[in-house]
């Protein structure tokens, strides 16, 4: 029998990467499952409000953070008014127009411990948080990728922002600094989960970076967690134009040999065919396929939280629509 979606155990040990709204969305579908839920989430945002705070100070861009924690948030008065809070924005004729409350809160607390990690936990625990939030480094990152366009040739695009709104085709991805320092608490989370999510968010931006850093790549392919790939409600728009749900499932593969998906969801109205080539491209790298409606079915590239819960927690209990042929 299929466990409830709400159980009152604590749930298997779950680690999501990611950032923005695509890791968000993993968050808010995989607390309807589990309370030991970590997530790690890129530090590379150079845009909004993060990027004018980290342009005037030396910080890990909070902007994702907050997502993060916003998303895992309690359901209760108190925590869906601290959420609230924390995503106000302000709306002025001034330096503060555009600017999250929430990430000035993240940035005192930075300042006030200098401990990023205690920092992210103190805001967890204002929210009452089912879960809680890593950044992916220590140290502020910055996406780089070699773009090529159509009858122009190729120019260096750096900046997660400019990387992610490209219209061109990504030739190579870059993270700089190419070795930064990896929190401990990370790694510790990586090798003690159950289950590792991977996606969805923009593909370069959000998802590969996780394992464009060697020691983070490592980490990944060597956890004995098994691994779930999250395809995208719609590839082919923006930093990925033209590119179908296989190419997203090879990029990701590609630039992680060693890491092996065991099972991967997808939402058959994204894929053009309705999921047959990533299906089969999938079976051939030995990975197990849901294909599932996880979208909020409003023609928006929205996932349904209790959709993808769902999905998930089949997947949690070896449930596929499209199992190998072993």
């Not at 700089?176 to 990586?190: C, H, K, N, T, W």
């Amino acid at each position: 029998m299929p466990t409830p979606l709400r159980s009152r155990t604590r749930g298997p040990k779950v680690v999501a990467f990611g950032g923005g709204h695509g890791l968000s969305a993993s968050l808010n579908a995989l607390r309807h499952l589990t309370r030991d839920l970590t997530a790690v989430v890129t530090v590379a945002d150079n845009g909004g409000s993060s990027g004018r705070l980290r342009a005037e100070m030396p910080i890990l861009p909070p902007g994702d953070l907050r997502m993060a924690l916003s998303a895992l948030c309690e359901d209760s008065e108190w925590g869906v008014t601290w959420r609230d809070v924390v995503q106000h924005r302000f709306t002025s004729e001034g330096d503060m127009d555009g600017h999250s409350l929430g990430n000035f809160l993240i940035v005192a607390l930075w300042q006030l411990l200098d401990d990023p990690i205690a920092a992210l936990d103190y805001v967890g625990e204002l929210l009452g948080t089912s879960g809680r939030v890593l950044p992916m480094a220590l140290e502020p990152l910055d996406i780089e990728a070699l773009v090529s366009f159509p009858g122009e040739g190729t120019r260096t695009i750096r900046g997660q922002a400019d990387v992610a709104a490209t219209t061109g085709h990504v030739e190579t991805l870059r993270v700089i600094p190419p070795e930064p320092a990896i929190a401990r608490e990370v790694l510790d989370s990586i090798d003690e989960a159950e289950w590792l999510v991977i996606g969805p968010g923009s593909w370069y931006t959000s998802v590969l970076p996780h394992v464009k850093i060697p020691e983070l790549r490592e980490a990944i392919e060597h956890t004995k967690a098994r691994k779930i790939l999250t395809m995208n409600l719609a590839a082919g728009r923006s930093e990925t134009v033209g590119l179908t749900g296989v190419d997203l499932l090879n990029i990701v593969c590609d630039a992680a040999p060693g890491l092996a998906f065991d099972a991967l969801i997808a939402d058959p109205s994204a894929e053009r065919d309705g999921g047959k080539a990533l299906t089969s491209a999938a079976h051939e790298r030995g990975i197990d396929v849901l294909m599932r409606m996880v979208s909020t079915g409003d023609g928006t590239p929205t996932h349904d939280p209790l959709r993808l819960a769902t999905a998930y927690r089949d997947v949690f209990n070896g449930v596929f629509t499209h199992p190998r042929k072993d």
